[in-house]
């Protein structure tokens, strides 16, 4: 005997219910890295920590014509190379520029195609667009990028299974500025690295405002002398995450979005190849109102 519909639909909405929470699950797990504390007892690699002699210099949200070539000059003038997360979006409007990055010393790195707030799961679109910012990077500097730190920070699931199958390592930070505030100064950058900063570490700046306030760029430009001077009284050396030592390997250095599933009424969509930056920053965005 066939059964009745209305007997089946208390089945149905449990199923929808159960898949609904798996795909929020293995969407927000992996997000808890943004917790600093966190990643970086539990996921230093994730976290950005290397050779305890060196520290890695990050700059997040350009190219901008109008900020960037300021940071590149005094960078040049410190005798310094970093590593600068870019938008494809931006990249591509202004090629030049991205070049210019990459001729300069420094290292290219994809931090998105836009800066985009990942409220709701969407790992084809996470997909699509990181591989379009490193198709970017890659026919603007025939060099392929190596590493990926999502808009604020936040490496939901659908993120962290497009680097992993981008072949990009996510590194987020160790030490920020709170460069992205209205309110940012050259002292207030300097002090609030400082506070964080250890031999090994990771810095995240921002070369420009486009996610942020407007010219506070200007504070991460003015501390620059002044961290750079402190690393090296401190003895650390200061340079791009490819001179950080953090091996690349095998296992993905964050929560396992997939093993969170309920193995239960999961739907065969795939596995969201979790891999892994930071979810709205406080205050102004992300922590970085634009890391």
Same mark, same amino acid.
């Given at each position: 005997m066939r059964p009745a519909v209305g007997a089946l639909a208390p089945s149905g909405v449990a199923v929808a219910a159960v898949s609904g929470a798996a795909v929020? @699950?293995?969407?927000?797990v992996p997000a808890a890295t943004w917790l600093p504390r966190f /990643?970086? @007892?539990?996921?230093?690699?994730?976290?950005?920590?290397?050779?305890?002699?060196? @520290?890695?210099?990050?700059?997040?949200?350009?190219? =901008?014509?109008?900020?960037?070539?300021?940071?590149?000059?005094?960078? =040049?003038?410190?005798?310094?190379r970093a590593t600068f997360f870019v938008l494809g979006e931006s990249a591509v409007r202004f090629p030049e520029l991205t070049r210019d990055i990459a001729e300069r010393g420094h290292e290219l790195a994809v931090h998105g195609w836009t800066h985009s707030?990942?409220?709701?799961?969407?790992?084809?679109?996470?997909? /699509?667009?990181t591989a379009r910012a490193v198709h970017a990077l890659h026919e603007i500097t025939g060099r392929r990028p190596t590493w990926y730190r999502p808009p604020y920070g936040i490496l939901t699931g659908g993120r962290w299974a497009a680097a992993r199958r981008l072949g990009l390592r996510p590194v987020l930070w160790t030490a920020w500025g709170r460069d992205w505030t209205a309110d940012a100064t050259a002292a207030s950058v300097r002090a609030t690295v400082h506070a964080d900063l250890r031999g090994g570490g990771t810095i995240l700046l921002h070369d420009s405002d486009r996610a942020s306030s407007p010219d506070c760029w200007h504070a991460a430009l003015g501390a620059l002398p002044g961290l750079i001077t402190g690393c090296r009284d401190a003895?650390?050396?200061?340079?791009?995450? /490819?001179?950080?030592?953090?091996?690349?390997?095998?296992?993905?250095?964050?929560?396992?979005?997939?093993?969170?599933?309920?193995r239960q009424h999961t739907p065969a969509t795939g596995r969201p190849a979790p891999h892994p930056t930071r979810p709205p920053h406080p205050a102004h965005h992300h922590p970085h109102s634009t890391p």
């Open positions: 929020a @699950v293995a969407h927000i /990643r970086a @007892v539990c996921f230093p690699r994730l976290a950005g920590l290397g050779r305890p002699g060196h @520290v890695a210099l990050t700059f997040d949200d350009g190219p =901008d014509p109008d900020s960037t070539p300021h940071f590149l000059d005094a960078l =040049d003038r410190l005798g310094v707030r990942p409220w709701l799961p969407a790992p084809g679109r996470d997909l /699509r667009e003895g650390w050396q200061v340079g791009p995450l /490819r001179e950080h030592g953090i091996a690349r390997d095998d296992g993905p250095d964050v929560p396992d979005a997939e093993a969170a599933r309920p």
